[in-house]
């Protein structure tokens, strides 16, 4: 899995995307939330539950339909007046993809055993062919490693340059629109 820094800087790009007067400390604080929630199936291990269950890690959290009913939750329980309108469809999406941004960049780390996109109708594990992206340990001690620097390093390579690009793209985009 990429870390928790990486997955949160990337939904905070993303939310760059949507105009300013939508973007709350409430938003970005879900956003970032909507982000990291797959990777809480990773308490599974402490229950038995093996890697490769449809419950394991990068199963079903870390599915698309897992992303759009985290949309749809988060929509419905923090913006409800606004579930039936246009913006509410505007959120929804937007807390879909900061959740699916997880098992893309997931599907872009060096190990694990892949993610599955489409459970629960096919469990297959898929990584995408480009994996520039190092494994982030599981534990947060674990995390403050040499390996954990390899792997911030690699985020920052990889999803920090990026995302920055594209917070400068879309504030340029906001900024003409005016």
Known sequence: MASAF?????AIALG????KEM????FWLLAMICSILPD???IGFSFGIPYESFWGH???????????????I?????YYKLFFSRKGIIIILFFTVATASHAILDAMTTGGLGVAFFSPWDDTRHFFDWRPIKVSPIGIGNFFSDRGKRVI???LIYIGIPGTLYMMITSSIHRFKK
Not at 16 to 19: D, F, K, M, S
Not at 74 to 78: A, D, E, G, T, V
């Open 40 to 42: 809480a199936d990773v």
């Open 153 to 155: 390093l690699s985020e």
């Open 58 to 72: 990068r199963g079903f959290s870390h599915s698309l339909l897992f992303a759009i009913l985290v949309g749809l």
């Open 74 to 78: 988060i929509c419905f329980l923090f």
């Open 23 to 26: 973007r709350s400390i409430k």
């Open 6 to 10: 990486g997955h949160a800087f990337a």
């Open 16 to 19: 760059t995307t949507l105009p």
